[in-house]
């Protein structure tokens, strides 16, 4: 790190102020919204998860190291390799304000996150961890809560076209019975993204690779369901398309670690799914009966839903058309259907 001493002398040498070149050559390449650092990025990807793990999410995901960046931009007609090496001690991170040593990652987010959201983040975490069922006192989480109750009064019932998926580990089914795929009874339910323990949901894929992808990539027996009732539905992912008003909000929560997170199965009690479960319990309570959710595992168009109400499960509203053996890599195969 320069010394205050350090740094006023190379400034006095820097003849063409090589921080405001240097972001505008970052700009001008990437039309970044955020650059990181070697001593931050993994801190960015902590909050903003969806940006390494969704393949096609718009997101820029680059690693370009300093000599290579010199190399294709104007900085070389200013400085020669070993000025700009000199000089370059002068950029410091924009988000963490060390200084650039040998690699920046520039990102772009494809929507305008709320202000100051990366605190948000940790206000709500440590609040989640503290005292959860104090999560509505934050300004943050009761703002969400009025906007999911304002989007109930914009939303009708409707019938989900097509197909759904709901999967089970292979391993864990000796056999292949319709019960196998209903919801779990609410003894066995453990915390999920969108489920309290003791209080079980229904999760359904939109694709056998989504469901496989879910299930860690382990084997899977996959039924594929019709659901024969319409529902109200807090739609997730198109959120520009339903819910123009808000959309900014919501894809700033959907790409974030507030729903997003990565799973921890260090334990029982899961503090990143609390506000993923502060976003369900909100929804069921102004009436929804679904929430839809893009998949952080596969392509683009894949999404999950899981059903909240309690007159959904088999054979109340929703019916097994069939039932597949899924590896990811052979073809699937579909399964008899045993009573």
């Known amino acids: 790190m320069l010394?205050?001493?350090?740094?006023e002398k190379l400034e006095e040498e820097d003849l063409y102020d090589i921080e405001d070149l240097f972001h505008a050559e970052v700009d001008s390449w990437f039309?970044?919204?955020i650059v990181c650092c070697g001593n931050c990025?993994?801190?960015?990807?902590?909050s903003w998860p969806f940006a390494y793990d969704a393949d096609g999410k718009l997101f820029q995901l680059n690693q370009i190291?300093?000599?290579?960046?010199?190399?294709?931009?104007?900085?070389?007609?200013?400085?020669?390799?070993?000025?700009?090496?000199?000089f370059v001690r002068l950029v410091s991170c924009p988000r963490c304000d060390s200084e650039l040593t040998s690699h920046f990652f520039p990102y772009c987010f494809p929507f305008n996150p709320v202000n100051g959201f990366e605190l948000l983040i940790?206000?709500?975490a440590e609040l989640s961890t503290k005292a959860?069922?104090?999560l509505l006192k934050h300004p943050f989480a009761a703002q969400v809560f009025d906007i999911i109750r304002e989007l109930e009064k914009d939303t009708s019932p409707s019938l989900i076209s097509g197909s759904l998926y709901r999967a089970r580990i292979a391993a864990q089914i000796q056999r292949v019975k319709e019960s196998e795929f209903d919801i779990t009874p609410s003894r066995f339910a453990n915390e999920g993204r969108y489920n309290h323990s003791g209080q079980p949901a229904f999760y359904l894929g939109s694709d056998l690779e989504t469901c496989y992808q879910e299930l860690r990539r382990n084997e899977s027996y996959i039924a594929e369901l019709k659901i024969e009732k319409k529902v109200k539905i807090l739609d997730l992912t198109a959120t520009y398309e339903n819910h123009k008003k808000h959309s900014d909000l919501l894809d700033t929560l959907v790409y974030s670690a507030l729903i997003s997170a990565k799973q921890d199965e260090s334990g029982a009690?899961?503090?990143?799914?609390?506000?993923?479960?502060?976003i369900a319990d909100c929804a069921k309570f102004v009436g929804f009966d679904a929430i839809k959710y893009p998949s952080t595992r596969t392509h683009e168009s894949s999404f999950n839903i899981v059903l909240l109400c309690n007159d959904l499960s088999l054979g109340n509203n929703i019916k097994v058309s069939k039932v597949f053996l899924y590896d990811g890599v052979s073809t699937e195969r579909e399964m008899e259907i045993l009573t």
């Open 3 to 7: 010394t205050i001493e350090e740094k």
């Open 31 to 33: 039309s970044a919204d």
């Open 41 to 46: 990025v993994d801190d960015f990807l902590e």
């Open 65 to 86: 190291d300093l000599k290579s960046f010199f190399d294709g931009s104007r900085l070389s007609q200013a400085y020669s390799e070993e000025e700009f090496f000199r």
């Open 122 to 124: 940790k206000e709500i």
């Open 132 to 134: 959860p069922f104090l």
């Open 269 to 278: 009690f899961k503090p990143q799914y609390i506000f993923s479960r502060f």
